[in-house]
C-alpha cells in the first residue's frame, strides 16, 4: 500500500460513512463557537427542537466584536451588546461552555483553542471561522466552515464532506534575520495566488519547519485560507508536545503517553504522494508588504507598486487597476515611500506573545512617528498578562501605542476599532481587503517587525535597516 | 431549505475577479441575528454612497430584479459568512455562475436554496453576454443544464448529493440523523476507546468550568 499523507491518516481516523458517490461523513471532534457565525446555527436548531449530540465538544467565547477599550464593564446597549449577550444565553441553553470577555482566557477563537490544550493534534476541528485552518500547526485537520454546517455539527457531531487533493509546501533554509513567517506565507500566496490552493489541503514541510515555533506555525498555516485552501497543517513533533503538555483540556497524566506515541505516528509516510508539490527556499526572502486588495498582491519591501501597463493579461490588469484605485497608489512608487497613518499589532495571525516581543524589539527606546496612531491588540488575555509580565506593555505605551485588551479589533472592524475613509494602516493582520479594516481604509498586510518598523518610520520600511540582532 | 429545479432570469453581469465575502457583505453588518432581511446591504459599500443608491448593476433595471449573477473568478473568496448567501438570496439571486468560487461560499450556497454553478473558458464568456445583454438565461439543475438566449444548451456539474438535496429542498440534518445515529454511535464508542484523550466528557470540561478565571 502507498503511503499516507498527514492529511490522509487523520481524515482515515473520522470516516463515519463513505458513500457511493465519493463523499465521506466525517465525524467532528471539536467546535469552536463565536458570536458571529452561532445565532443563526442556534435559531435552527431551536426552530427544529434539536439539541446537541456533546455538549462538551464546544467551547464559546465572542472575540469579533467586543470592545478593546475596556473589560470592567458591560457594552452599552447597541448590536454589539444584543451579539453577545445573545451568545451567552445560546450557550446557557444549549449546555456549552461560555468564555466571558473578562476572563483570563478570553480571547480570539484562533488564539484560545491551542491554549486551552482544546486543539489536538490528529483531531478534527471546525470553527463558523475560515481562518480555523491556524490549528493545523498541531497535526489537526482543522477548517472553516459556515453557520448551516456548525448546525449540523451542533446536532450531528459530523459533516459530509468530500476529501481535498493533497499539496506539499516544501520550505528550505534558515529565515534571514528581520525575515519572518508571515513573510514566508505572503510570498508564498503571492508566487501561487490567491487561488493557488483551491482544491487542496496544504501540508507546509521541509527543513525550515523543525525551527519554528508553535506561534511561527499557527502564523504559517493560518493564511493557508488565503492560498485559497481550507486546510493547512504541520506534522506534530517535540515542540508540539512540549507546548500542549500540561494545557488545561490537553490529555490527563494518565493518557498523555499513548497520545503522544500516537500523535508522532501521524507525520506523512516517507513514500507518501502528494497531488501537487511547492518549494520555496526560505533564506532568499526578503521582508514582505502587501499593495494592493487581496493578499496575493504583495511584493518584497525592496520593491515598488507594480505597474499594470506591464501586465499582459487584461483580466489581471483591470484588477490591478482597480487595486491601486482603492488603494491610493501610483504605479512605479517604491513601497518604502508609502507614508501610512495607522498602525494595528495583533489578530490570529500574528496576536501572539512572540509577535509581541518582536514587535517591541524594534519599538523600543523609539517613537511612533508624527501623525501616526498605532494600537497593540493580544490575541487573547493570556497572552496580554504574559507581555505584561516581560513589560512589553510598557516598551509599546512608552513609545506612543495604545495597549489593548484582547479580541479580533482592527483586523475586521466590527467594533470601534476602525480605519476612517482613506486612512492607510500598516497591519498584522490576514486581510487586505476593500473596507477590511473600515469602510474606504487601506491595509497594508506585514509582519509584527515590519508594522512595528512602519509605526516608528512614519512609513511603509524595511525592517533589516533598523540594526536588529 | 428552500428546493431549486429550474430558474428563468436574466442575469446580472460582474465581470470582477475575486469579489470576496467582504466585498458581497460588509462585516459591520455580521452583528444583525437574523438571516432575514439582509438583502438591504448586499453590496453595501458599492451600491450605495452617502445614502443614495449608486448605478452598481444591481441598482440598474433591469438587474435590479436579476435572480442570476455572472461573476469571474474567485467569487466569494475569503471570510466563511453565510451572511454572504443570505444577502444574496434575500435580495432575490438564487444561482451564481463563475470561472471558479471561495470554497466555504460554495459551500454555503447549497445549504440555502441557492445554485453556484463552474463555468468555464467559451461557455463562462456566451453567459457573460448573455447578461451583458441583459438576455434572459435557462438555468436546469435537473438535466444540469443552462439554456442560453439562442437556443444553445450549455452542460454544468454539480455532486449528485448537492444536487439531490437542492432538487428536494433536503433537509440534510434531519436525514443524517434518521439515517446515520447508528452509524455514529458506533463510530463514537471504537474513538472512545481507541483515542480516549479526545473525550473532553471525562470531567476535563468541568473542571475548566470550575476554574477561576475571572478577573477581581
Ligand atoms: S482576528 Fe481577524 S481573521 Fe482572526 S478570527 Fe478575528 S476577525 Fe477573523
Redesign the interface.
Known amino acids: 500500500m502507498a503511503g499516507r499523507t498527514l492529511y490522509d491518516k487523520v481524515w482515515d ?1 473520522h470516516v ?2 463513505n ?1 457511493d ?1 465519493g ?1 465521506t ?1 466525517l ?1 467532528i ?1 471539536r467546535h469552536l463557537v463565536q458570536e ?2 452561532s ?2 446555527s442556534f ?1 435552527g436548531l431551536a426552530g ?1 427542537g ?1 439539541t446537541l ?2 455538549p ?2 464546544h467551547i464559546a467565547v465572542a472575540d ?2 467586543v470592545p478593546t477599550r475596556f ?1 470592567d464593564r458591560a457594552l452599552p446597549d447597541g ?2 451588546a ?2 453577545l449577550s ?1 451568545l451567552e444565553a445560546n450557550c446557557e441553553r444549549f449546555g456549552i ?1 461560555y ?2 470577555m ?4 478570553h480571547g480570539i477563537v484562533h488564539v484560545i483553542g491551542p491554549e ?1 490544550g482544546f486543539t ?1 493534534p ?2 478534527t476541528l471546525v470553527c ?3 481562518h480555523t485552518s491556524t490549528h493545523g500547526a498541531f497535526g489537526a485537520l482543522a477548517f ?6 456548525c ?2 455539527v451542533f ?4 459533516l ?1 464532506q ?1 476529501k481535498q487533493k493533497r499539496m506539499r509546501v516544501m520550505l528550505e533554509g534558515a529565515l534571514p534575520a528581520g525575515v519572518t513567517v508571515k513573510d514566508i506565507i505572503l510570498a508564498l500566496i503571492a508566487r501561487i495566488g ?2 493557488g490552493g ?2 487542496y489541503a496544504i501540508e507546509y514541510a521541509g527543513s525550515t519547519i523543525a525551527g519554528l515555533s508553535m506561534e511561527a506555525r499557527m502564523t504559517l498555516c493560518n493564511m493557508s ?1 488565503e492560498a ?1 485552501s ?1 486546510v493547512g497543517m504541520v506534522a506534530p513533533d517535540e515542540a508540539t508536545l512540549a507546548y500542549l503538555k500540561g494545557r ?5 497524566a494518565g ?2 503517553d ?2 503522544a506515541r ?1 500523535w508522532l505516528s501521524l507525520a506523512s509516510d516517507p513514500d507518501a504522494a502528494f497531488d501537487l508539490e511547492v518549494a520555496l527556499d526560505v533564506s532568499a526572502l526578503s521582508p514582505q508588504v502587501s499593495w494592493g ?2 493578499p496575493g498582491e504583495t511584493a518584497p519591501i525592496t520593491g515598488t507598486v507594480p505597474d499594470p501597463a506591464a501586465e499582459a493579461d487584461p ?2 490588469r ?2 490591478m487597476e ?1 487595486s491601486l484605485a482603492y488603494m491610493g497608489l501610483a504605479p512605479n512608487t517604491p513601497l518604502t515611500s508609502i507614508a501610512i497613518d495607522r498602525v494595528f499589532i495583533g489578530s490570529c495571525t500574528n496576536g501572539r506573545i512572540e509577535d509581541l516581543r518582536v514587535a517591541a524589539d524594534i519599538v523600543r527606546g523609539r517613537r511612533v512617528a508624527p501623525g501616526v496612531s498605532g494600537i497593540v491588540v493580544p490575541g487573547s488575555a493570556s497572552v496580554r498578562l504574559q507581555a505584561e509580565a516581560e513589560g512589553l506593555d510598557r516598551v509599546f505605551t512608552a513609545a506612543g501605542f495604545e495597549w489593548r485588551e484582547s479580541g479580533c479589533s482592527m483586523c ?3 467594533n470601534d476599532d476602525r480605519l476612517q475613509p482613506g486612512e492607510r494602516c500598516a497591519s498584522t493582520s490576514n ?1 487586505n ?4 479594516q473600515g ?2 481604509g487601506r491595509t497594508h498586510l506585514m509582519s509584527p517587525a515590519m508594522a512595528a518598523a512602519a509605526a516608528v518610520s512614519g512609513h511603509l520600511a524595511d525592517v533589516r535597516t533598523f540594526g536588529m540582532a | 431549505m428552500q428546493s431549486f429545479t429550474t430558474l428563468e432570469s436574466i442575469a446580472a453581469p460582474l465581470p470582477e475577479a475575486d469579489v470576496d465575502t467582504d466585498v458581497i457583505f460588509p462585516a459591520r453588518f455580521l452583528l444583525l441575528l437574523d438571516k432575514a432581511g439582509l438583502g438591504k446591504h448586499l453590496f453595501h459599500e458599492r451600491r450605495y454612497r452617502e445614502g443614495r443608491l449608486t448605478d452598481f448593476v444591481l441598482n440598474r433595471p433591469p438587474y435590479d430584479r436579476a435572480q442570476i449573477l455572472v461573476a469571474d473568478a474567485n467569487f466569494g473568496s475569503g471570510s466563511s459568512r453565510e451572511h454572504a448567501v443570505w444577502a444574496l438570496a434575500d435580495f432575490g439571486i438564487r444561482c451564481v455562475i463563475a470561472p471558479s468560487f471561495g470554497e466555504i461560499f460554495f459551500a454555503n450556497c447549497f445549504k440555502n436554496g441557492v445554485l453556484p454553478i463552474v463555468s468555464r473558458g467559451d461557455d463562462h464568456a456566451s453567459v457573460m453576454s448573455a447578461a451583458q445583454a441583459a438576455k434572459p438565461l435557462r438555468v436546469d439543475l435537473e438535466r444540469q443544464q443552462i439554456a442560453l438566449p439562442d437556443g444553445e444548451a450549455i452542460g454544468f456539474d454539480v455532486e449528485p448529493f448537492r444536487r439531490r438535496a437542492l432538487l428536494s429542498g433536503l433537509d440534510e440534518i434531519g436525514t443524517i440523523l434518521s439515517e446515520e445515529a447508528a452509524a455514529i454511535a458506533a463510530f463514537e464508542r471504537e474513538q472512545r476507546a481507541q483515542q480516549p484523550w479526545l473525550w473532553l466528557e471525562d470531567g476535563r470540561m468541568e473542571r475548566l468550568v470550575e476554574t477561576e478565571g475571572r478577573r477581581k
Open positions: 481516523l463515519v460513512k458513500y458517490d463523499t461523513l465525524y471532534d458571529v457565525s445565532p443563526q435559531a427544529e434539536r449530540r456533546r462538551a465538544a469579533h466584536a473589560r448590536l454589539a444584543r451579539q445573545r461552555k468564555i466571558p473578562n476572563d483570563d482566557r486551552l489536538l490528529g483531531a463558523g471561522d475560515s472553516g466552515i459556515g453557520s448551516s454546517e448546525e449540523c446536532a450531528t457531531q459530523t459530509r468530500r490567491t487561488t483551491a482544491g485560507i485559497g481550507r488545561p483540556l490537553a490529555p490527563t493518557q498523555w499513548a497520545a500516537h486588495t487581496n483580466a489581471r483591470s484588477k482597480r475586521v472592524a466590527m486581510r481587503f476593500e473596507g477590511r469602510m474606504g
